[in-house]
């Protein structure tokens, strides 16, 4: 992960504001929020158009090659 803004080939800033999490708690959106999110997201939709499917979990994520079943 990168908080090097320089990195990316397009980046919108967003206003700041409030994330509200599931077990509602909260945390405030800054950049290296969006920066990490952005990044995360980038990589799923890249491992899914490889045929794995990328699952988030609270201690972690896993890899799943989906024609296997294997976790990578």
Known sequence: MTGNKNCF????????????FGDN?????????????ILLLSLKIQLCHKAYNVIFESNGCKIVDITSNMIM
């Open 9 to 20: 080939i397009e980046l919108k800033p967003k206003n700041r504001g409030v994330v509200t």
């Open 25 to 37: 708690s909260k945390a405030i959106l800054n950049e290296l929020v969006l920066l990490v999110t």
